[in-house]
């Protein structure tokens, strides 16, 4: 009688210290890896927020005189005069800005008064002050923003946080300061009317 003997073959494993190793460069690749990855995707976020809120914002600035049928941009709701010390008075900045607004924002609240956060934007013309700006509106969409009008001295101004009071409300990371270049105020007939200017009829061909 013969007999066979078999060896089986095994195929040799991983040990429990490879696999525990393996596991631990994997999860500080992961520690490093995926933080940068959520700030940049919450980056790009707050960007895109904040270009289709300017975009949306410099269109109702463009056809502001014929959503509010005026001649001119100094006839709007974001056209006021400066007094002497140089600043919109505060009653006619928030009668101003309000208007605008109320009427052309979906606005969750207005004035717009949180407790212990501030909006705060640098001022295009002086970087190291806050840029004056009226009261605050929380919208629908979270945003919170405020306006400050076009004067003799500059125009429209406007400071927005993307996501509101979360944080981290930091300059050019969710908070934004945005200014347009002045408006043409009026016309020559229009300023003429308003100083009590005879304008001569023009001569006929």
Same mark, same amino acid.
Request: hydrophobic share 40%; proline share 7%.
């Given at each position: 009688?013969?007999?066979?003997?078999?060896?089986?073959?095994?195929?040799? $494993?991983?040990?429990?210290?490879?696999? %525990?190793? +393996?596991?631990?460069?994997? *999860?500080? @690749?992961?520690?490093?890896? #995926?933080?940068?990855?959520?700030?940049?995707?919450?980056?790009?976020?707050?960007?895109?927020?904040?270009?289709?809120?300017?975009?949306?914002?410099?269109?109702?600035?463009?056809?502001?005189?014929?959503?509010?049928?005026? $001649?001119?941009?100094?006839?709007?709701? %974001?056209? +006021?005069?400066?007094?002497? *010390?140089? @600043?919109?008075?505060?009653? #006619?900045?928030?009668?101003?800005?309000?208007?605008?607004?109320?009427?052309?924002?979906?606005?969750?609240?207005?004035?717009?008064?949180?407790?212990?956060?501030?909006?705060?934007?640098?001022?295009?013309?002086?970087?190291?002050?806050?840029?004056?700006?009226?009261? %605050?509106?929380?919208?629908?969409?979270?945003?919170?923003?405020?306006?400050?009008?076009?004067?003799?001295?500059?125009?429209?101004?406007?400071?927005?946080?993307?996501?509101?009071?979360?944080?981290?409300?930091?300059?050019?990371?969710?908070?934004?300061?945005?200014?347009?270049?002045?408006?043409?105020?009026?016309?020559?007939?229009?300023?003429?009317?308003?100083?009590?200017?005879?304008?001569?009829?023009?001569?006929?061909?």
């Amino acid at each position: 009688m013969s007999y066979r003997f078999c060896h089986n073959k095994f195929k040799k $494993g991983f040990t429990l210290v490879e696999v %525990l190793l +393996a596991t631990t460069i994997v *999860a500080v @690749i992961a520690a490093l890896v #995926v933080p940068v990855a959520v700030t940049n995707y919450q980056k790009k976020v707050m960007v895109a927020a904040r270009d289709k809120f300017v975009t949306g914002l410099t269109e109702l600035i463009d056809r502001l005189t014929i959503i509010e049928n005026v $001649g001119s941009f100094s006839g709007t709701s %974001l056209y +006021a005069d400066e007094n002497p *010390a140089g @600043i919109v008075p505060g009653d #006619v900045l928030a009668e101003k800005t309000g208007h605008f607004i109320m009427n052309n924002f979906k606005v969750e609240k207005y004035p717009y008064e949180p407790t212990g956060y501030d909006l705060r934007c640098s001022d295009p013309e002086r970087e190291e002050e806050i840029m004056g700006c009226g009261p %605050l509106a929380l919208l629908k969409s979270g945003e919170v923003f405020c306006i400050y009008p076009q004067t003799k001295k500059h125009g429209v101004r406007a400071c927005l946080d993307v996501n509101g009071e979360t944080p981290p409300n930091a300059q050019d990371i969710d908070v934004y300061t945005i200014e347009y270049p002045m408006r043409e105020l009026a016309t020559t007939l229009e300023v003429a009317k308003s100083e009590n200017v005879i304008v001569p009829p023009e001569p006929q061909p």
